[in-house]
């Protein structure tokens, strides 16, 4: 299963790089960002080309990113665990919602964009599993956790701007936690947010302390937000136990 979970990481690389660059999903076949040369297909062997080419284009020499194997692995990881703690009853609703994810985490960190096409425009699926059983939801807890999520993150980022002038959030923050809760109810909106948060303070903390980057600078929160997502789908349960019993 995982070269078959690379080999889907990989495609998901190439989602998120058209989808921001609003190319075809279809054609033309991969090339090199910079030289634009068709890639063979000894090129595009998940992580190993990546690495038997130390990161680089095999015609121009240019670099290419860290984050196509990243993405490789995350989704070999990932996938991995989905089907170790997930019933297969709900397999293919949250392989659909983790792709999503993984696509979201790329173009974020990439491009500090979230694409509504995997997430806003995903949250009537989110839904209609629901309404079919193929997510351990009902219909209800889905379209509440669309719209509470959606909810929570509108009006902190509103509050935000009046107290500061700032923009705090971006609207794609606002349309992931919505597809989030769309797939993981209002408990699912609150463990993700509230993993992200931690995660996200953790990790800027330390960036800023070690690399003093100037004031401008920016950590993208949907990644920490689809980690939070990802957590709660595969140790829900156990998190909801440890949190009531500190409670």
């Known amino acids: 299963m995982i070269p078959l979970f690379l080999c889907w990481g990989s495609f998901l690389n190439v989602v998120a790089y058209r989808l921001i660059h609003n190319g075809s999903l279809l054609r033309p076949r991969s090339y090199c960002p910079h030289c634009r040369r068709t890639l063979a297909w000894y090129d595009l ?16 020499k240019k670099s290419i990113s860290f984050l196509y194997p990243l993405i490789e692995l995350v989704t070999a990881l990932s996938m991995t665990m989905l089907t170790i703690y997930v019933p297969w009853d709900y397999f ?5 919602f983790f792709s999503a994810l993984i696509v979201t985490i790329r173009t974020d960190l990439e491009f500090m964009l979230v694409s509504r096409f995997v997430s806003l425009f995903l949250v009537p699926l989110g839904i209609l599993l629901s309404f079919f059983n193929l997510l351990p939801l009902s219909l209800c807890e889905s379209a509440l956790g669309a719209l509470i999520g959606y909810g929570i993150l509108a009006g902190i980022a509103r509050t935000f701007f ?10 794609g923050d606002v349309d992931l936690l919505a597809f989030i809760g769309s797939f993981t109810g209002i408990y699912g909106c609150w463990i993700s947010l509230l993993i992200g948060s931690l995660a996200g303070s953790v990790i800027g903390i330390t960036y800023m302390a070690f690399f003093k980057p100037n004031k401008s600078f920016k950590i993208p929160f949907g990644p920490f937000l689809a980690l939070g997502a990802m957590i709660f ?6 998190l909801m136990r440890i949190l009531l019993h500190l409670n």
């Not at 293919?92 to 659909?96: A, E, N, Q, T, V």
């Not at 789908?233 to 156990?238: A, H, T």
């Open 45 to 60: 062997i998940p992580v190993l080309s990546w690495l038997l080419l130390k990161g680089s284009c095999r015609y121009c």
């Open 162 to 171: 009046i107290l500061t002038k700032k923009e705090g959030l971006g609207q």
């Open 92 to 96: 293919l609703g949250y392989f659909i």
């Open 233 to 238: 789908v595969l140790f829900g349960p156990s």
